[in-house]
């Protein structure tokens, strides 16, 4: 995030400036001061909408925002875990949506499979690589098989695919998950992929 963050100190430099350019050139081309109050509302209004959707033009590298799907699979699991391995489905498909701005990214809650929700606790942005901490409460029927109810797990996903427009379009990376009061008990593989309503033309990031 912080190179998400000096952006947007820079584009709201510019803006500024620019705010002041416009009240100079409206007070130049009529003849008269424009009120003061217009050049407050110019700046508000440019950074909202700066905040709203321009950083996500200017910076599409950084831009996770939106609805993702994504399967996980679990491909270390520590037999205490559950009954017997042959009943425990080794791949689970979710989705997540993540909300984002440029000062901040997260998770909200979101259901899957096995899963009554898993939200994140904390998440971080370094360059083209997202790492979170989450909790997860799970359904009765992946208790039964052993699982305990709620679990912590951490993730480390990096970017493998952009779409034309530079946003990111494809995440792969690992998990571990650990009971409240036990070591780790699985870990594995996880994947996402941005929800779009068009294909669109992908390439690696440089």
Same mark, same amino acid.
Not at 71 to 79: D, G, V
Not at 126 to 147: A, C, H, P, W
Not at 172 to 198: I, M, P, V, W
């Given at each position: ?12 430099? *510019?803006?500024?400036? $620019?705010?002041?350019? %416009? ?18 509302? %110019?700046? $508000?209004?440019?950074? &909202?909408?700066?905040? +709203? ?14 609805? &993702? &799907?994504? =399967? ?10 559950? +009954? ?19 000062? !901040? %990214? ?15 606790? *904390?998440?971080?942005? !370094?360059?083209?690589? #997202? ?7 799970? +359904? ?9 109810? #709620?679990?912590?797990? #951490? ?6 695919? %952009?779409? $034309? ?6 995440? +792969?990376?690992? $998990? ?12 594995? !593989?996880?994947? =996402? ?14």
């Amino acid at each position: 995030m912080e190179k998400l963050r000096w952006q947007y100190v820079k584009d709201i430099t *510019s803006i500024a400036v $620019f705010s002041v350019g %416009i009240i100079y050139f409206l007070d130049s081309t009529f003849g008269k001061p424009v009120p003061r109050y217009l050049y407050s509302l %110019i700046i $508000f209004l440019a950074i &909202w909408l700066y905040n +709203k959707c321009l950083w996500k033009i200017v910076s599409p590298r950084q831009n996770f925002s939106g609805k &993702w &799907w994504g =399967y996980t699979n679990y491909t270390c699991l520590q037999r205490h875990v559950v +009954k017997t391995e042959s009943e425990l489905p080794t791949t689970r498909q979710h989705d997540i949506a993540i909300n984002q701005s440029p000062f !901040e %990214i997260r998770i909200e809650s979101s259901e899957g499979a096995g899963m009554v929700y898993w939200k994140s606790e *904390s998440m971080q942005l !370094e360059g083209n690589t #997202i790492k979170m901490s989450y909790l997860v409460t799970r +359904k009765q029927d992946d208790i039964q098989l052993g699982f305990p109810k #709620i679990t912590k797990g #951490i993730e480390e996903l990096e970017v493998v695919e %952009i779409n $034309f427009w530079g946003m990111p379009t494809r995440m +792969k990376g690992t $998990f571990h998950h650990a009971a409240l009061d036990q070591c780790n008990l699985y870990s594995g !593989e996880t994947e =996402y992929f941005k929800k779009r309503k068009k294909n669109a033309i992908q390439k690696e990031p440089k």
